[in-house]
């Protein structure tokens, strides 16, 4: 073992940096469904939020007013005044309740006003007046601490006037003070369109100079744009997601403002995105799957009005065409980089390994997006950028594969266009895509099978995971991007599976596609392993396979491709 | 019944105004020096050499006076036949039990093979990290090796308070697994034989922590009591046999011995530590044990950093089982309850009047309630967590400078609290 962490000599240097504070809540918004819940008047609601204060006060690191409101609002719900209607075996006895209700008072007063009152220079009482406790609650302490018992009706009297106050003096302020979302885009919003539109400028300045000009200048336009890359770096690394939409924004009004095939205008932006690139790889992935997520939201949209959105800016969202122009675009742009990358990975051995690393899990990612996404509407912008990333993962099969496929489609579409003309003339392409990922999947799914059979050794409860990346402790890795995602901690209840089967049945029986297809492998969209079943999508239901059900619809799908 | 009274001051011990103690991480730091070095002086060498590499470099000398080296070697030579050499030490916060346990430890170790040390001090234990009651078996050989406690159990908390009875259970279990190892077996194992036992304690000595320590004391019935008083009277352990209703001590001798650290005046000077900040960088330590020694990591944040990007272990929900120590979680919440925090990794004893054996510390690091399983960052090794079925959850807080990595901030990390909330 090592001596470390010696450097720091006072614990605020290290372990208070900033205003952030341990919270027990995973987001703001899991504080205000719980503030929602527990001043609803729907009992169940309240239950839910008393629930999860009692997971937060497991974590412990409650503040004692969250504590106080639950005790406060639990002990009411099982007071026959506020809860008329119920009876039984719910309710308390009157002296129990009294009990709580003056337990919960005298921790209240004493438990937030010791935190504002410093030392023993002012009393209890005065302390209270300051932030304005009522009056009636310290007397309440007083007199349950060293008198007789008060009455149930003067602590229930006061039990309500104590939510009152607690509301007015955290949860209503506390609301207020919650950085939302879009107040936060609007915020930073125009600092990052400021600085990523100077270090834009500063990089068409440096292009404008021409090669005779003097040498003094070039410096210092080269600094400038280092100043400007080291600012955009910086608001790139705490609010990557904003960053990574404006800059989109940037980009396609570039490119609208051109015409799809003129791209002289997106040209221009390609020193900024390869220098950004260059420092900060991850950037021009989260760009990526940015933009196929785009195109996949709009693509369900047009699916699920079953027609084409008429006028292209009715909904705000910028064409597909232009979004896959734009993809492959940024794709040329990562096949740029990744040269010059491998240059500087064989002189920096230290950190190539990091590096390499990443990307390529995330290519494949981006791939399969890619492919999904391009199955939907004929889009040989998709398809071209597809076969690049293809070829960048260094995966010969892949490329081959995918070249079939391309070839499949110009046939499909000469040969039986007759019948597709009742349906999205893209239909083919999809039902290809299709069963081509149904093969890789199965593919995969046999390899791992016959490394099941191969290695039966005793299987191991704990294990490394072999592919991990950098995210924050609490979070789980992200497979586009730097950032972690928030978990979903709810417990996964099997009723509510099944529901969701049922909800899912019906949105696929409402599309055209799935009467037609009568292959019996609709969809495979992903596949599970536990305890040697197989999970498999097959038209929207999940459904567990054998091996032997895996073996013969892999087969089947061979003769198909 | 002998009685000694060692403080009655008449001379002077020298005292050095240099001496000092003033080391933010005094303990952790020395346990990772102490063993390595045979006297003291050359820990004291050690530890400052270590520092000179690091910005501050503060005077560290560790002070022990005449009567603390006195009251060992009284301990240390009465090696009696009829019973086996038990030292139990008390005292109140910041008196310097942990360091005479330390100096005894040395002076045992020139006499016996090895001595076993009961830590019962959950909030800053010497060799685990906090919220660990454990037993930890030294000899002179475990020179530079990660020390394993013999037995180890999660408590959870900083201290006995939340539990007592629980707390009780574990020290009684530690002390009887120590006798049955180490005591009763002598024709088995003859190595096993004379192995001296110190049992450090915590400092909290008023109230419920007195009656745990009187508890201890009739349960362990030692063979030696220190008793390590400061100047502020009131806040000292009752002088005399406090253990035992008529005030007579039997057969164990009680030693009362003064704190090391004393003003011109003879009044205990205390050293004012921020425990919160050492049971974080205790914690941390422990962590930096999931990386190889050899690599450079000099600061808390290049840990944070590198705790973040290390590939944790995955356990699939159904294989363990998760427990809360101090509270009832609701079912539905239990996952709310356990992301981004600490747990004791444990082993399912088989019997049920067993304690389940913690193995170490792990972090909880993800949640996939998709796929089923949690993500945990430990140093155990593999072969020792493949016994790990039980999950314990207590109240041992994750240190917040591992969740504000750079670019890497834990959700749990709000800003926007109101303050003085």
């Given at each position: 073992m090592q001596v470390l962490?010696?450097?720091?000599?006072?614990s605020s240097e290290v372990f208070g940096e900033g205003n952030y504070k341990l919270v027990p809540w995973i987001s703001w918004d899991d504080w205000n469904l719980v503030r929602e819940s527990l001043f609803s008047s729907s009992p169940a609601s309240i239950d839910l939020a008393l629930q999860r204060i009692s997971a937060w006060r497991s974590r412990g690191c409650v503040p004692v007013i969250i504590e106080v409101t639950a005790s406060i609002v639990e002990t009411q719900q099982k007071d026959s005044y506020f809860r008329d209607g119920q009876s039984g075996s719910d309710l308390l006895a009157e002296n129990m309740l009294t009990m709580l209700y003056c337990m919960t008072i005298m921790r209240l007063v004493n438990g937030i006003v010791e935190k504002t009152r410093k030392k023993n220079e002012i009393s209890i009482g005065e302390a209270a007046d300051v932030i304005g406790i009522p009056r009636m609650l310290i007397d309440i302490r007083h007199e349950c601490s060293h008198r007789d018992l008060p009455s149930l009706r003067l602590v229930r009297l006061a039990s309500r006037k104590a939510l009152d106050w607690l509301k007015d003096y955290y949860w209503e302020p506390q609301k207020m003070a919650i950085p939302y979302p879009g107040d936060q885009t609007a915020n930073f919003g125009k600092e990052i369109k400021s600085k990523i539109r100077e270090l834009a400028f500063s990089l068409d300045v440096k292009q404008a100079t021409p090669s005779d000009s003097p040498v003094i200048k070039r410096k210092r336009s080269k600094k400038h744009i280092n100043k400007a890359l080291k600012n955009v770096l910086k608001l790139y690394s705490s609010f990557p997601l904003e960053v990574v939409s404006i800059l989109l924004e940037f980009l396609l009004k570039a490119q609208e403002s051109a015409d799809?095939?003129?791209?002289s205008q997106l040209d221009d932006w390609k020193p900024l995105i390869i220098k950004w690139s260059k420092k900060e790889p991850d950037m021009l992935l989260s760009l990526l799957g940015e933009v196929v997520h785009m195109i996949e939201t709009r693509e369900a949209l047009k699916n699920e009005s079953g027609e084409e959105l008429k006028p292209e800016h009715k909904s705000g969202f910028p064409r597909t065409e232009h979004l896959s122009y734009l993809f492959k675009w940024l794709v040329g742009n990562l096949k740029d980089l990744k040269p010059s990358r491998r240059k500087v990975a064989t002189t920096e051995t230290v950190n190539s390994p990091k590096v390499k690393s990443l990307p390529k899990s995330t290519i494949i990612h981006l791939l399969g997006k890619c492919l999904t996404v391009s199955s939907l509407g004929n889009n040989h912008h998709l398809a071209s950028a597809a076969s690049v990333l293809a070829q960048m993962t260094g995966n010969h099969t892949l490329v081959q594969k995918l070249n079939k496929l391309a070839s499949l489609h110009a046939s499909n579409t000469n040969t039986v266009s007759e019948v597709v003309d009742i349906y999205p003339d893209s239909f083919y392409n999809h039902e290809e895509m299709f069963i081509k990922q149904s093969a890789q999947k199965l593919e995969h799914l046999k390899q791992k099978l016959s490394h099941k059979s191969g290695t039966e050794e005793t299987k191991r409860r704990w294990s490394v995971v072999k592919s991990w990346k950098a995210c924050p402790i609490g979070m789980l890795p992200c497979d586009v991007g730097s950032l972690g995602v928030v978990p979903v901690l709810d417990i996964v209840n099997e009723e509510e599976e099944e529901e969701e089967k049922k909800s899912c049945g019906k949105r696929e029986a409402d599309c055209p596609l799935v009467v037609l297809d009568d292959s019996n492998v609709k969809k495979v969209k992903c596949c599970g392993e536990e305890d040697g079943l197989f999970g498999l999508m097959i038209g929207g239901l999940w459904k567990s396979v054998t091996e032997d059900e895996v073996m013969n619809i892999a087969s089947a799908v061979r003769i198909l491709v | 019944m002998e009685s000694l009274r060692l403080h009655t001051l008449k001379k002077n011990p020298k005292r050095d105004p240099v001496v000092q103690f003033r080391l933010p991480a005094d303990r952790r730091l020395c346990v990772l020096f102490f063993h390595k070095t045979l006297t003291l002086k050359d820990t004291n060498m050690a530890i400052a050499s270590s520092l000179m590499e690091v910005e501050e470099c503060e005077a560290m000398d560790i002070y022990i006076p005449e009567e603390w080296s006195e009251a060992a070697d009284v301990i240390a030579c009465s090696g009696g036949q009829t019973q086996t050499l038990t030292a139990f030490i008390c005292g109140p916060k910041n008196s310097g039990k942990s360091t005479f346990a330390r100096h005894l430890l040395q002076v045992l170790l020139h006499r016996h093979k090895r001595v076993a040390y009961l830590d019962s001090d959950v909030g800053q234990p010497e060799f685990t990290p906090p919220g660990c009651l454990s037993l930890t078996v030294l000899d002179r050989e475990t020179i530079d090796m990660r020390i394993q406690p013999e037995r180890c159990f999660f408590f959870g908390d900083i201290s006995s308070k939340r539990d007592p009875e629980i707390y009780l259970t574990y020290i009684y279990a530690l002390y009887d697994h120590y006798i049955k190892q180490y005591c009763q077996l002598p024709s088995a194992?003859?190595?096993?034989?004379?192995?001296p036992l110190i049992i450090n304690t915590s400092g909290w000595v008023k109230g419920i922590g007195y009656d745990v320590l009187v508890d201890m004391l009739k349960h362990i019935d030692p063979s030696h009591v220190v008793n390590i008083c400061i100047s502020a009277k009131s806040k000292n352990l009752p002088s005399g046999a406090f253990w035992s209703q008529d005030g007579d001590a039997g057969a164990i001798t009680l030693i009362e011995i003064n704190s090391a650290r004393q003003d011109s005046l003879n009044r205990s000077v205390l050293v004012h530590k921020d425990s919160p900040h050492l049971r974080d960088l205790s914690i941390v330590t422990y962590f930096r044990?999931?990386?190889?020694?050899?690599?450079n990591m000099r600061s808390v944040k290049e840990i944070a950093q590198a705790l973040a990007a290390h590939p944790p272990y995955e356990v699939s929900m159904s294989a363990v089982n998760i427990k809360h120590l101090h509270c009832e979680v609701p079912k539905a919440e239990i996952f709310y309850s356990l992301n981004a925090s600490i747990v004791g990794l444990a082993v399912d004893p088989e019997g049920s009047e067993h304690l389940p054996r913690c193995v170490g510390l792990g972090i909880v690091r993800g949640i996939d309630t998709l796929r089923r399983v949690l993500y945990i960052i430990t140093p155990v090794p593999q072969n020792v967590l493949e016994d790990v079925d039980v999950l314990l959850q207590g109240f041992i807080q994750i240190p917040t400078c591992l969740l504000q990595v750079h670019g890497c901030v834990s959700p749990y990390m709000a800003s926007n609290v109101l303050p003085g909330i």
């Open positions: 962490g010696f450097k720091e000599a006072t799809v095939a003129n791209s | 194992s003859p190595s096993n034989s004379g192995v044990q999931c990386f190889p020694s050899d690599m």
